[in-house]
């Protein structure tokens, strides 16, 4: 699966959102290519590419990054695994150091399953000039498959008075590049993902983090967790 792709120091930092019941893992299927059925609070397993935007069409059709008609591998494209738990609350960060290797703007692909072969829009991350740092992501499920990645979308609201970010589209808050930490400024440009679930599990249970978003919408999750999502990033910068 994507020969010679880079693989990205990731960081899983998990919310749990209601109360948790004790349950097991029943979920076997550890890679992002192969197809799973899960139930809630199982472990999911699921891939994010980064690379240019027309590296992921082939044939002027999107393919799952699984599908080696791609050509991910020659373009300097980086990988990051996860295996949050469904229905939980996650926020996923990933360090974006390398992403100065990748040209022509750097887009977003979440990925999942091989029959179903689920994909979501590639989504923009960085340009020569802004990098969209926060992102939220829904895994939708039908009967514990995966049938759709979608990124969900709340405005420029938050960064219309900040000086160090702009609003790209009309609908996300990207960091001037310049005043980014790898550009000599002092904003950690980091990206971290919101990561919610909706639809049923394998047992015909409601994915019920999909509700919970709005009620959460009013802390800063990336604020509250970043000072752990730090600490573990410098213990892994002491090996690489």
Same mark, same amino acid.
């Given at each position: 699966m994507m020969a010679m792709v880079k693989q990205m120091v990731a960081v899983v930092v998990v919310i749990v959102a209601a109360a948790v019941a004790e349950a097991g893992d029943t979920n076997g299927v550890f890679s992002p290519c192969s197809d799973a059925k899960v139930k809630r609070f199982d472990g999911f397993t699921f891939g994010l590419a980064f690379s240019q935007k027309d590296s992921f069409f082939f044939n002027k059709t999107q393919l799952?990054?699984? *599908?080696?008609? #791609?050509? #991910?591998?020659?373009?300097?494209?980086?990988?990051? %695994?996860?295996?949050?738990? %469904? *229905?939980?609350?996650?926020? #996923?960060? %990933?360090?974006t150091t390398n992403f100065n290797s990748i040209s022509n703007g750097v887009y977003m692909v979440a990925f999942a399953g091989r029959k179903y072969a689920a994909r979501s829009t590639p989504v923009l991350v960085a340009d020569s000039q802004h990098t969209i740092t926060s992102f939220t992501m829904v895994l939708e499920f039908k009967k514990g498959t995966l049938q759709n990645f979608y990124w969900k979308k709340f405005g420029c609201s938050k960064c219309s008075k900040k000086s160090a970010f702009v609003c790209l589209n009309g609908q996300d808050c990207a960091v001037k590049s310049s005043n980014c930490k790898n550009q000599g400024g002092s904003i950690d440009c980091n990206i971290s993902i919101q990561l919610i679930f909706s639809g049923i599990d394998k047992k015909l249970t409601p994915l019920n983090s999909w509700y919970e978003l709005k009620n959460l919408r009013q802390y800063s999750l990336y604020g509250l967790y970043s000072n752990i999502r730090d600490a573990i990033m410098d213990q892994y910068n002491d090996f690489f």
């Open positions: 799952s990054p699984c *599908d080696r008609r #791609l050509s #991910l591998g020659s373009t300097n494209s980086q990988l990051a %695994v996860f295996r949050p738990k %469904v *229905d939980e609350i996650s926020l #996923l960060t %990933v360090n």
